[in-house]
């Protein structure tokens, strides 16, 4: 199983090194990693710097701007059992969605499908039968996260105020 871990942003130089942006709490955990995926094919990393939050990636299958131009907006993935471990309270991407989110009375709120960041913090889309809910993804929202297990327990008041379903008072 994969995990995405990083999605291309443009060339960066005439040597086919790319710039990524992390999708990953950590962006130095790429200098961990030895093989990525782009679209199932596997490339080798030469090198890896981190700079200003950004990664830049020196591939050995890309050898020219050309060639990292066709990358442009691509996803970057590792295989899942490389991922670091991390601490408490963080999850990766991958964890959280297709994770089913119910209420603290068992009434469930929907499912998980995309994960976003907006800056300040992640935001969950939530499918609830053919709608779509954007949640920002807070600790006093979501106050159960069990990834094993894909279920995620949320503040039903908290949720419906910020979703703006309903403000309850």
């Known amino acids: 199983m994969k995990a995405i871990v990083g999605k291309i942003l443009k060339p960066q130089g005439v040597r086919g090194e790319i710039k990524v942006e992390p999708l990953v709490p950590n962006a130095d955990c790429f200098r961990g990693f030895k093989t990525v995926f782009i679209e199932d094919k596997s490339y080798t990393i030469e090198k890896v710097r981190v700079h200003e939050g950004h990664i830049y990636l020196a591939l050995s299958e890309i050898k020219d701007r050309n060639i990292a131009e066709q990358m442009r907006d691509k996803i970057i993935e590792i295989e899942k059992t490389n991922l670091p471990k991390l601490e408490e309270g963080l999850y990766y991407v991958t964890d959280l969605e297709g994770c089913v989110v119910y209420f603290e009375n068992g009434e469930k709120a929907g499912k998980v499908t ?56």
């Open 114 to 169: 995309e994960v976003n960041n907006y800056g300040a913090s992640d935001v969950l889309t939530i499918m609830d039968g053919s709608e779509e809910v954007l949640c920002p993804f807070l600790p006093f929202i979501f106050l159960e996260v069990d990834v094993e297990n894909k279920k995620i327990i949320a503040d039903k008041k908290h949720y419906l105020e910020v979703t703006e379903g309903e403000i309850l008072k």
